[in-house]
């Protein structure tokens, strides 16, 4: 293996509506393989959310995503490169700034859940990690190959479950070989 890397979304803020694309990993190298190793989600709601609970799906991207902002990669080893054909997408650019659509359609659901929602906004409350890739990963490869991606958006009931206040948060640790 190549090593392990890592990537972060800049903090997105919620869009109203739904699906809402959050964050892509793909792979165009037709002389590598990229395993997904661990793919979390972070929401923390400030406002008070009436509707259903948000909910985040992972799935295959029935076509190489566009569009969106290309995140930087970090290495958890200085002497390895990452594959400049190992491409993160988030939504935005800055910390709560303005949206960059990522254009992607969800193929094959490979999971999803529900994230925190508030039904009061008294006390503190604490945003889970939330795996968006099964734990199996962990020790069975989730692999990308040749023009492949995965797919992380909110697909809430209504749009109402995914506002402005929401404020999410995607991370992302793979190897190359």
Known sequence: MAGYFSAASFRTLGSAA???N???????????LVYV?????????TAVLTAVMPQVKLSRASAVPTGGTVLNKGQFDTANATNANTIIRGATASDGG????????AGTTLWQQYCMRMHTVVGQVLAPDNNMAPVLV?????????????LVQVVA???????????????IVWEED
């Open 18 to 20: 739904t699906p809402h």
């Open 22 to 32: 959050l964050f892509t990993v793909e792979n165009i190298d037709a002389t590598k």
């Open 37 to 45: 190793r661990r793919l979390a989600i972070l929401m923390d709601a």
């Open 98 to 105: 303005v949206a960059t659509a990522i254009t992607a359609t």
């Open 138 to 150: 962990d020790t069975q490869n989730l692999i990308l190959r040749q023009n492949q991606a995965l």
């Open 157 to 171: 009931a209504v749009g109402t479950s995914n506002p402005a206040t929401n404020h999410w948060c995607v991370n």
